[in-house]
């Protein structure tokens, strides 16, 4: 049955319309004073707080969850809280942009291979005690020192406002996270001074009033139009002789029919290097993400939470994120390998019991079982998809490898483990030679297995990891909620090499000529923790799927962040520890 389009010659008036509003006006947005900016964002977080129940709560129904469920916390934390979060982070950032001043409070050091990072989290006192023992430093580009760093941030407010030249772009939002969109759109807006068109994606469009909404101040500003539209209105928008740049989240596939055309033609033109559209192109594109288990002295609690961690990471959005574990790298002969994946399993089957709501998971999964072999489908309760797990050096192991499944699919790739350090370097080279992408990669090793490896040569073995984010003992998803840290791929992608994307996003403390994001979380929760020595306030994270009150704490985060206070911080604890 052929697909009716809903792109309309009304429709195609109004995309016209906005679009000459768009570029009436983005001159004088990019000439806009900070102080207007901050009283912007002010303006948004005040719009954006009355409408965050709604947008959350019908986000959790869209998804088909019941009202009670706690992972409607998932919709809170990735959808307003970010938002939300994204707001006090640039204010902060512009606050102090006379001089940069702000570079100021973030630590640097040199890295092991000479490398600078910078100290993005911890930040504030709320960082140390919501996040506490939560780490993130970002890896500079070669080149970016200490000394140097003022030139490789707020690149875009060197600029004398009188001299600016504002441009308009496209922003062509995913349809599987909420916050990405405007996220997104605040990249174009306040990093880079452009005005931005912004086209919902198809699957999540129910939340357009809502950020219309909550993004008033900006659209009022003529700074900022959203709409609705399938893929002939995207390829119409794409096109338009008023949109200057583009940036989009979504597929690979989608990227490339965009830059180089379809078919036989998109192959030619890739093949010769000839952009079918010359415009500047920026993206974020997923990946077969890899998360990494290292042989060490784990405890039977130890095995429960990081089993717990591992099904979070695979089953978070019932597996629609471009972040989601796809990859499991496990030690071969390690006494615990078995018990951990048993564990796992019994996870998948106990929580995150939701269906499948994103287009296409069902035929996606069935071609996962076709390329697979023998592959464990996991039991979740009736009207509940399974998750397939399947040996990765079995059956098609190169689709395995290549192909973003977008579902609950997970691959296992066992390697020889001598010690642990030669098996973390094995694990690396190994996904860093076969896995598509470079979106975000997860290790999971106790600390004393760090110690024993020594800090310094660690740091030298994760230089090799070739990722945009890496968390250690965190899951990278972590990465996209924290509006410090630049998310994309690794640096370097190119349009005939796109990987993950080319940019980044998010970076409230614009800083340019970032490599990759490194993010360390505690080994084990509170109060557990303190048994080992090892002093941090985090209990089991809300974003866990196995949290118990995380509809609760999401919505608590949320008005904490819109008016941070420490009356509000028992009721967030309280509800974090009965999690």
């Known amino acids: 049955m052929k697909h009716q389009s809903d792109f309309t010659p009304d429709l195609q008036a109004t995309y016209d319309s906005d679009l000459d509003a768009l570029e009436t006006a983005k001159h004088d947005w990019a000439r806009c004073s900070v102080a207007d900016r901050i009283a912007l964002l002010q303006a948004v977080k005040d719009a954006l707080m009355p409408v965050a129940e709604g947008w959350a709560t019908t986000a959790a129904r869209k998804k088909r969850l019941a009202a009670d469920s706690p992972l409607a916390g998932e919709e809170w934390t990735s959808g307003p809280y970010a938002l939300m979060g994204m707001c006090n982070g640039l204010m902060h950032t512009l606050s102090q942009i006379d001089g940069k001043a702000y570079l100021k409070h973030l ?14 989290m911890p930040h504030s006192i709320w960082d140390r005690l919501l996040l ?86 900006l659209i009022d500003r003529d700074a ?22 583009i940036h989009i989240t979504g597929a690979r596939a989608t990227h490339d029919a965009i830059v180089w055309g379809t078919g036989e033609e998109g192959a030619r033109n890739k093949a010769a290097g000839t952009p079918k559209n010359p415009r500047q192109i920026t993206s974020e594109l997923g990946a077969v993400c890899p998360t990494i288990v290292v042989p060490g002295p784990w405890s039977t609690a130890d095995i429960r ?4 961690h591992i099904a979070t990471q695979k089953l978070h959005n019932s597996g629609f994120n471009c972040v989601a574990v796809q990859s499991l790298i496990l030690p071969r002969g390690w ?17 995150a019991r939701r269906e499948a709501y994103y287009p296409g998971a069902e035929a996606r999964m069935a071609e996962f079982a076709e390329h697979a072999e023998g592959e464990q489908k996991i039991a979740r309760g009736p009207g509940v998809p399974p998750c397939y797990v399947a040996d990765m050096e079995r059956g098609d192991t190169e689709w395995l490898r290549e192909q973003e499944v ?27 030679d076969n896995l598509y992408g470079t979106l975000g990669g997860n290790i999971l090793i106790h600390p004393t297995t760090i110690r024993q490896i020594g800090r310094k040569r660690f740091e030298e073995i994760l230089a090799d990891f070739r990722y945009g984010t890496i968390a250690i003992n ?40 970032t490599e990759r994001t490194v993010i360390e979380a505690p080994w084990s929760p509170f109060p557990r923790n303190l048994l080992s020595g090892r002093f941090t306030l985090l209990p089991r994270p809300p974003w866990f799927v196995t949290n118990r009150r995380q509809h609760k704490v999401g919505r608590l985060l949320t008005r904490f962040q819109y008016k941070p206070g420490w009356l509000k911080l028992p009721r967030i604890f309280v509800n974090a520890l009965l999690g």
């Open 132 to 217: 506490s023992g939560v780490k993130a430093d970002i890896w500079m580009q070669r080149g970016v020192t200490p000394a140097n760093l003022k030139n490789h941030a707020a690149t875009a407010y060197d600029i004398r406002p009188e001299k600016r030249v504002g441009k308009v772009a496209l922003v062509l939002g995913a349809g599987n996270i909420a916050a990405i969109s405007p996220l997104d759109a605040f990249q174009k807006l306040f990093l880079e001074n452009q005005v931005v068109m912004l086209k919902m994606n198809p699957v999540n469009d129910y939340l357009t009033d809502y950020l219309r909404a909550a993004l008033k101040p």
């Open 474 to 513: 965190a899951w990278t998803g972590l990465g996209f909620l924290l509006a410090p840290v630049p998310w994309g791929g690794f640096a370097g992608a190119t349009l005939e090499n796109v990987e993950s994307g080319i940019g980044t996003v998010h970076n409230c403390f614009m800083l340019d000529s």
């Open 335 to 351: 006494d615990r390998t078995e018990r951990l994946m048993k564990e796992v399993g019994r996870v998948m089957a106990e929580h």
């Open 406 to 432: 977008f579902a609950p699919a997970l691959g296992v790739k066992h390697l020889d483990a001598e010690n642990a350090e030669s098996y973390l370097r094995d694990a690396i080279a190994w996904a860093n």
């Open 107 to 120: 630590p640097t050091r040199e890295l092991p291979n000479g490398q600078t990072a910078v100290r993005v």
């Open 305 to 308: 939470f990081q089993a717990e």
């Open 224 to 245: 900022l139009r959203i709409v609705k539209g399938d893929g002939e209105a995207g390829a119409y928008l794409t096109t338009h002789p008023l949109v200057e740049e």
